[in-house]
């Protein structure tokens, strides 16, 4: 699945809240790709995690800032399971792309 996924290259990327849109798309994509094959619901948010990094690695996003966003969306996701263990898989999804949200807005940046 994710061998399919090509850079988006400098060009398409204006911000990096538009990389990390993109890269929400593609980490959605797998984890419903794997929660069809069965995959456990933590399973598949791993691998979702891993393919939105290296979406944002290869179009040449720091380093810091792709960690700093894969812990704000493992952050999310785990405050949503711990609340609502037997939670919908894809509202834990979501609450992991709202803490990613947070961690991009610049008024609660560095606070």
């Not at 993109?22 to 995959?39: F, K, M, P, T, W």
């Amino acid at each position: 699945m994710v061998e399919n996924i090509q850079p988006i290259g400098e060009d398409i990327s204006k911000s990096i809240e538009d990389l990390a849109e993109h890269a929400g798309e593609v980490a959605l994509e797998v984890y419903r790709v794997e929660l069809d094959r069965g995959s456990k619901q933590t399973q598949a948010f791993s691998k979702a995690i891993d393919a939105a990094k290296n979406v944002m690695m290869d179009s040449g996003c720091p380093l810091d800032i792709c960690d700093l966003l894969a812990d704000a969306a493992i952050n999310g996701y785990k405050s949503f399971i711990k609340k609502n263990p037997n939670g919908d898989p894809m509202e834990a999804f979501d609450a992991a792309g709202e803490f990613v949200n947070y961690a991009l807005d610049p008024e609660f940046r560095n606070s």
